[in-house]
């Protein structure tokens, strides 16, 4: 059972809690809150991250290996009612369990340190359900981080922690560089740096045939709305468009992003 | 201007209007409302197809083209205030336009009658977003036609038509039919049917070396959360997974389609 209950949405723990759906308590707190089974199992995996842990009644009993692992490395967890949970968390549904985690992201410095294959940058992307599909796929086809620079939506934001489905816990995430800085570690590291816009000169088929995607890579998304600004389409080593073969006039964001990740992973496994 | 003005959300046209967000009534009037400039556009293109047009004045002036071609086609044009389609639209901020159109579905015969070389099945898809993103997927992927079985959401659901940003009027739609008429029918089309599920025996990779995505080929798609019935995976020629390189444990239904959707895309025009 959970080691302690509160019965009030003004419990001081809950309210702290509560304040991390807000951008600037997280930053001051260094903490976000992830909900759902799925998220504490992958918070769980990593050590120190897990800070504390809200559960009803109801979840405690359908997830008791969760609540067990988490009593026995010494997080706290509190047991508190729907009115509670339904306070905390930010679904329509919440689905009973809610962690609050320490900040996960790392330096652009170390996310680069290791010869990376394959990274993805997002760059105006502000819409967190799409951030957080980009961040999921792009952990999917294997790539070895993920940096949101600041023109980019937070990365802690619940919509995107949700949508990444645990993701955000698997592979290094950096937050907040600007891109002016990332383009030159990028090429540091070995990467060609490749943006997805659709007015790019050559189609990805092009720069499948021609090679370019064979090798170390950098990805760079933009906006949903209007694509990528003059100055990062002129600081990239190419800008490529994902090809229209019929009528419609583009591909949302996170179906452009899937489909170029998953080219240039086929591309390096078969290189 | 507008031949008319509407000022009363009591007005019967607007009520009957507004009825159109429910399935039931749109079923009854074979018609069903599209949002917003893109979709305008895109109904105008095609004969019969756009009933009535509802635009506020802001909306009037900013798309002039877009009205006087309507006013052109004989299509009763209302002016509306803000409250008015805020009663008739189905998003937070509306755009101002909005469409009653006929419906633009077809006949499982008509769909697969020339040769297909690519056709997008959805059979199982809840969520009407998920749906009209796939459409919006299939259309720029090439697909010849995309059928939505009994067993998925209404393809003229508001968040559907939305989703697929126009392409609901590109290519051929069939509605409703169920799973076990379509099979037989694809096949009879010469099409392979590949169905995508995280359980399958081959990855989309073996699939693509193995030269079976180069010919006419139907994808089927299943459930955002539990995939293809066994029913479904034991009829169709083959059951392909996504490969998952990295930590996640899926792809969501949309991206999963994508990287489907463009790998037969690309196979079928290098072969």
Redesign the interface.
Known sequence: MAGRELSSTRSPRVKAARRLAKRAFRRRDGRFLAEGP?AVREALALDGVLCELFATAEAENRHQDLVARAEKSGIPVFRVGADVMAELAQTVTPQGLLAVCRFVDVSLESALASSPRLVTVLAHVRDPGNAG?VL????????DSVIFTDASVDSYNGKCVRAS???IF??PVVMGPRFGEVIPALKAAGLTVVAADGAGESSL?TA?EAGTLGGPTAWVFGNEAWGLPEEILAAVDEVVR?P?????????L??????CL??S??AQ?AG
């Open positions: 799925q599909t999921r796929t792009a952990d999917a086809a294997g790539s489905a645990g993701s698997h592979l088929d499948l994902v229209i073969y019929g009528g419609a006039e583009s591909l949302n996170a179906t452009a992003a899937a489909v998953y080219t992973a086929r496994r």
